[in-house]
């Protein structure tokens, strides 16, 4: 089925959508999915195919966005969403057989789609399950504490461009830009900037994260509004996706000025696939996907306005890596805080068992240096922004001598972190700019170090760094630590390809070549008069 918009910009816009319907006469409330992959694809890479949720009682409609798939009009990343959407949503609730009432579902693009129409408030849209959602796009989506997210973001890029390519039944350019997406191109000169990207799609909207400054107008036009929306919403999230920080600024805000249910669920997955297995670890059965029953569960109840008990169970449900089962909550969890200090007789950075994490700050003061080489960069492994994504065993890297590594004891009882740990850090550096990568890791009785969540972020300096700690939020997470197990925190000054190397100029990163790269030393002080530390929201076994 075909919805037809007039645009004064680019005239008559056909929008192609796929209709599955139930058996029956209905009528039947509708569930839309816009998104820009094909509209066949229908995000089955993580949900049911849209035939099963209309087994269940519902119209689902699938539709192309504007410049994607068969649609018409030109591509723009987010430009059009908020109007089209509005309008599709109008057209859903007039579709045949329905009964008026519109939900939406989808994950990461089809998240922002759903987001975009619920901001122009069309009636028919009762509810929303975003999914995996970078709300933000500069913060949540493009940028990571101002570090470019190089490799995800540039990956999508060429599956954009390669997809443009298509739909002009250029084939040279299609294969060039498909074969840059599989293996990015990041030796040449200036790596944010691969010469295929700015030669086949120079439209692509990745150059436009490189050109505009956080807070202007092209990243606040391309961040939907939700100021004066009032849905119920089912947000979905996972721990290791680069899109975590956006699911919990949603979740949060909506809570805040909302009195309709939101509730969240977050599991031990990646931005895809929604498995028991991720990187190095197996979480269980309990990790299979529960969201398309449960996505059936809340259309039920607020489309169909069956009871189906939802309401009555606590909103919140966290998966515990560790404990490998989901753990329910009233509330976002508020754990208070426990901070871990850093100590070390120097050589953190050369021997895994001389820097120490302890609930106490060491009374004498030190220091660990860390040497960033641009030629080698430390190398980016898993986690929520590498690729592939999850926990990974890292000792070899942790054996490299510029990245720091400090270990508790073994634990006497075993330690659940829930929530965002913070570092907080006390440097000297010698260049403008410096990046700084913080991974908390288990060290289990093997001596294997399994990661569990990290943090990054894009620094400039200061001439009071030493004074002011520089503070930098990990991912959220949440995860227990048996007994006899150990707590790490691996300090480095780059994370390479999930995030470009830092060039030490402190200018922008797509402005500065290779050649002009400099080497960065940075001293991380601890003791007494400099408490570096980590901050956990840390509950203790009883």
């Known amino acids: 089925m075909t919805l037809t918009l007039a645009d004064q910009e680019q005239g008559a816009i056909a929008l192609d959508a796929d209709v599955y319907y139930p058996d029956g006469d209905g009528p039947f409330p509708v569930l839309l999915m816009r ?76 998240g922002m789609t759903q987001l975009f129409a619920a901001a122009k408030r069309p009636a028919p849209l009762k509810t929303v399950a975003p999914a995996m959602v970078g709300y933000d796009l500069y913060h949540d989506w493009a940028y990571e504490n101002g570090a470019l997210l190089l490799q995800a973001g540039l990956g999508w890029a060429f599956q954009l461009a390669a997809e443009t390519a298509r739909r002009q039944g250029d084939r040279s350019a299609y294969q060039a830009l498909y074969n840059a997406g599989h293996t990015l191109p990041l030796t040449g000169a200036m790596p944010a900037r691969p010469q295929v990207l700015q030669e086949l799609a120079p439209d692509s909207f990745f150059h ?72 190095a670890l197996d979480f269980g059965l309990e990790a299979e996907s529960p969201i398309d029953r449960l996505q059936i569960r809340w259309f039920d109840q607020v489309l169909q306005e069956r009871d189906t008990g939802l ?132 060290v289990d009785t093997a001596d294997r170090v399994i990661s569990l969540t990290q943090g990054y972020g894009r620094f ?27 707590l790490r925190l691996s300090l480095a000054a780059s994370g390479f390809p999930a995030y470009p190397v830092n060039s030490g100029t402190g200018q922008p990163v797509g402005d500065v070549a290779q050649i002009d790269y400099r080497i960065v030393t940075l001293r991380v002080c601890h003791g007494r008069d400099w408490p570096s530390g980590v901050s956990l929201g840390l509950r203790y076994a009883a």
């Open 35 to 110: 998104q820009p992959y094909g509209r066949a694809i229908a995000s089955t890479v993580v949900y049911a195919h849209p035939s099963w949720y209309a087994s269940h009682g519902y119209i689902v409609a699938i539709q192309d966005v504007r410049g994607r798939g068969t649609s018409g009009g030109e591509f723009d990343l987010f430009r059009h969403e908020a109007d089209d959407g509005y309008a599709t949503v109008l057209w859903a609730a007039d579709l045949p057989q329905s009964n008026g009432q519109v939900g939406m579902y989808g994950f990461s693009y089809q």
């Open 208 to 279: 436009d994260w490189l050109e505009h400054p956080p807070g202007d107008v092209y990243w606040r036009s391309r961040t939907p509004d939700l100021s004066t929306v009032d849905l119920p919403m089912l947000h979905i999230g996972g721990w290791f996706d680069p899109y975590l920080r956006g699911d919990l600024r949603l979740y949060q805000q909506m809570v805040r000025q909302t009195t309709t249910p939101q509730h969240l669920w977050i599991g031990p997955w990646g931005h895809i696939p929604w498995s028991r297995r991720l990187g």
């Open 311 to 442: 309401l009555a169970e606590p909103p919140v449900h966290l998966f515990v890596i560790g404990d490998n089962q989901w753990q329910a909550f009233e509330r976002w969890p508020e754990v208070p805080p426990t901070s871990l200090f850093l100590s070390s007789t120097g050589l953190a950075g050369m021997h895994q068992d001389d820097g120490c994490l302890t609930t106490e700050p060491n009374a004498a003061v030190g220091q660990d240096v860390i040497v960033h080489d641009p030629w080698r960069p430390v190398p980016s492994l898993g986690g929520h922004s590498g690729l592939p994504p999850g926990p990974f065993e890292r000792c070899a890297i942790d054996g490299r001598s510029d990245v720091l590594t400090y270990t508790t004891e073994l634990l006497t009882q075993p330690w659940t972190v829930i929530g965002i740990p913070v570092l907080q850090l006390y440097v000297e550096v010698d260049a403008p700019s410096f990046d700084l990568s913080a991974v908390l890791s288990q």
């Open 460 to 486: 400039e300096q200061t001439d009071k760094q030493r004074d002011q700690p520089l503070r930098l939020p990990l991912h959220p997470t949440s995860f227990t630590l048996p007994v006899g197990h150990r």
